[in-house]
């Protein structure tokens, strides 16, 4: 029969945030509507530890019964640090007024980076809105020593076990999807600490997954400087040396050291599927590979987190017959634990399986594509296709469970999923092949997937685009610059001007996105061109349009702009604003009211169009 949509929306997600000395594994858990933090113990049972009015996220505090709280408020994504004493005091789950406030302005982000005994570090923009410092709290004193370098963003910090440094990985201010890795001394006097480059920082590439040795004398990085796909490498601190560990000239590798210092935790992303493996810290070398259920993602959401005494891994496992669960993993032997059952949500059904593809540019370019099959039959919908693209632009349509995909299967569409140029995933040259002019060549891989739709038996003239955040720009983008193409369209949080964009977001995001885009002193004429609602009478396919009122990287008037536009012409478009959200639809009661609605709307309009052309 195959999943309906109701059973799809109403599934439940989790999350691996973290896991103690006793085995406890610190979770995400969306049964209430958001994602809250349960714990789950050994024996497979479970403690509920929030009930926040929206999402939240953590880190145990380690020698504590104590739990470091992420929460913002209505998605504006200005997080505040608190702690969570356990058991809660209750005995029920606690709520904003049973945190203990550790890190907290309403004015201003901070994001949690790393956790250590008795301190850890938080990058926040308190500075001046813009700029973020890496803050190191001591909490017993509850001391805080802010580090200032200038205009700079940071992406991850770690501290050393021996309090000695401070790694970071710098944001390049000029060049996009590029980020080197900085080290600061913290035996130098407070205000005297300087940012020591240990990868050039001119140089594009990506860094991430930073983590000291136990004995604080290596970082182990996650990089692909002088590669075209990121592997593992060990910068020994006292010669300046490095040294590839593991590395694959056809994929991305991704490392994370135990904390013994003796195994590495491998991933390798092959297509957007997670293949584990344990190696040798000390030399690469392959030890065993880890038992994961068949093709899906272990490293989308959550990245994974060791036990402290290295004997296991715990993950967020996400695949076509596992919407998203926990798992540990032996690292010496045996299959993966589930702590969790998602799967139980699909009631038995069938979920819709990607198959692979390589569609053809005609710049002879190869767009790497997933194809899924609709899982029911729907009157008038045989041969219908919906392309979803995802946003970024620097992320990857991975082989995990999505609810917009399964949803539009399950309504009888076939669903093609493209990484277009300027994904990650399949090297360095692909990534940043639309950077900056070249924003228009990713809307091309657009028309190049819809040519290629009769190679997998689908109708050109009922295809529809349907993407969020930097998707739904370019789903807009798609309307405008290709309209004889697209029947319609669903756009999420998407950018309508590039220009107004740059104007309107935070000030942080401006300063970050103008990296990727162009600068609005330099490249405003340029962003103009490329900008769908310069293009607003081009636009003649029916659009549904769903956004955050409470949306920091997008702002809501992008979305009211290009409804405004649209509907002032005669157009047919409509627009579902949701109050209590910001960049997407983090609550269950929004999707449960936004996707039936957009999968009615492009029900109608495509099995219109299917009866026209008949």
Known sequence: MGLDIATILDIRFYQAFDIDAAGRVLAGDDDSGSTQLIEVAPDGSRTTLTALPGPCSGRYLPGQRAVLVSHDAGGDELHQISVLRLPPESGQPAGLAQLEPLVHDPRYMHTLADVQDGRICYLTNRRNGVDFDPVILDLARRGERQLQFGSRRYDEAVLSADGRWLALTVSSPITANSEHVALVDLAAEAGQEQLLDITPADAPALNRCLCFSPDSAALYVTSNNDREFTGVVRYDLATGSRH???????????????????????????????????????????????????????????APVWAPDSTAV??????????????????????????????SGLGGERAARPESHRIPAPDGELIPCQVYRPTTSAPGLAGSAVLVVHGGPESQARQNFSVYVQALAAAGHTVLVPNVRGSVGYGKRWY?????????????????????????????????????????????????????????????????????????????RRAYREREYGTLAHDREFLHSVSPLTRIDAITAPLFIIHGANDPRVPLSEAEQIHAALTSRGRECELAVYGDEGHGLARRASRLDALPRAMAFLASHLAATAAAAG
């Not at 599927?273 to 068949?294: F, K, Q």
């Not at 997998?456 to 290709?482: E, K, P």
């Open 244 to 302: 590839w560990l593991v590395a694959d000239d056809g994929m991305d590798i991704s490392g994370w050291l135990s904390p013994d210092g003796g195994l590495l935790l491998i991933e390798r992303n092959n297509d957007g599927a997670s293949e584990l493996a344990v190696h040798d810290a000390a030399t690469g070398a392959h030890l065993r590979d880890l038992l994961l259920p068949p093709a899906g993602c272990a490293a989308a959401g959550p």
């Open 432 to 508: 940043s092949a639309d950077d900056r002019h070249r924003r228009l060549d990713s809307v091309a891989d657009l028309a190049a997937v819809h040519a290629y739709l009769p190679e997998v038996g689908l109708d050109q003239g009922r295809a529809a685009l349907w993407g969020g955040s930097y998707g739904g720009y370019m789903v807009l983008a798609g309307l405008a610059f290709q309209p004889d193409l697209w029947a319609a369209g669903v756009d999420i949080v998407g950018i309508a001007s590039l220009v107004t964009f740059l104007e309107n977001t935070s000030a942080y």
């Open 314 to 343: 715990a993950v967020s496992f996400s695949g076509p017959d596992m919407p998203s669960d926990v798992l540990v993993l032996p690292v010496a032997d045996g299959p993966a634990r589930p702590l969790t059952n998602s799967a």
